[in-house]
């Protein structure tokens, strides 16, 4: 479904992408992994078209996107829910979700049909409709941002740390919705996080990110066996 193939991305002269090559399947659950600064906003960001790449080139559905705006890279079936959540507080839930179907805003049926289904995934937002987006709690805030990305009804949703700042609970939560989503729904997943056993522990498959380049990638449980990443993201291996 989605293929990065040799991706660069600068900043200001400061190589943050290198040759970068990722894919993620049909229906697949593909996690990144990496140490904070290792690229892997940049990589989402990339792939959204909110930035754009120096080398390399990224299809989804085997056309090229990796020249065109946000806009028709979502229309194409590509959501991302960012890292912070970036809810508008000020508007309300149903604001938030309404924007989040922009592109459907025409298509009055299919509007509030995919409003309908939201709204029955996540049972606390649907009671919150009018409530403003700044006075939820994180977690209520992290399913709405979740839900907003929902609204344009994509094949493949991006998310970027969905876990931060969360209590345990609500971890354990936002990873069962997404298994949810993925298991039920047959929605494809990029994920990137943090809470890496939890998440390779659900991942098809992953890759880790260092230092702007893939250092490693296999399956999920591959990965959560290999040494590399048992001692640097799972707390696990030789001291001394």
């Not at 993620?24 to 940049?42: M, Q, S, W, Y």
């Not at 000020?90 to 289904?117: K, M, P, Q």
């Not at 700042?165 to 298994?179: I, K, M, N, S, Y």
């Amino acid at each position: 479904m989605l293929h990065v193939e040799g991706l660069t991305v600068s900043y200001a002269g400061v190589v943050a992408l290198r040759d970068v090559s990722i894919a993620v399947g049909e229906r697949e659950f593909v996690v990144l992994l990496g140490a904070n600064g290792a690229g892997k906003t940049t990589l989402l960001k990339a792939i959204s078209g909110l930035l754009r790449a120096q080398l390399g080139e990224v299809t989804f559905g085997g056309a090229a996107i990796h020249r065109r705006p946000p806009h028709a890279v979502a229309r194409m079936g590509i959501a991302l829910a960012p890292e912070g959540r970036q809810v508008f507080a000020t508007l309300t839930v149903l604001e938030n979700l309404e924007l989040g179907g922009y592109l459907w805003r025409r298509e009055r049926r299919l509007f509030a049909s995919t409003l309908d289904d939201v709204l029955a995934l996540f049972p606390r937002l649907s009671e919150r409709t009018r409530q403003l987006a700044g006075t939820l709690s994180g977690g209520e805030q992290q399913m709405l941002a979740i839900g907003r990305a929902l609204m344009s009804r994509p094949k493949l949703i991006m998310l970027d740390e969905p876990s931060l700042g969360l209590a345990p609970r609500l971890v354990q939560e936002v990873f069962d919705f997404l298994r949810r989503l993925h298991q039920d729904q047959g929605l494809s997943i990029l994920l990137v996080e943090q809470a890496a056993a939890l998440a390779l522990h659900f991942a098809d498959r992953g890759y880790v990110l260092e230092n702007g380049r893939v250092a490693l990638s296999g399956g999920g449980d591959e990965l959560r066996a290999d040494p590399r990443v048992q001692e640097v993201y799972l707390g696990v291996g030789a001291r001394g």
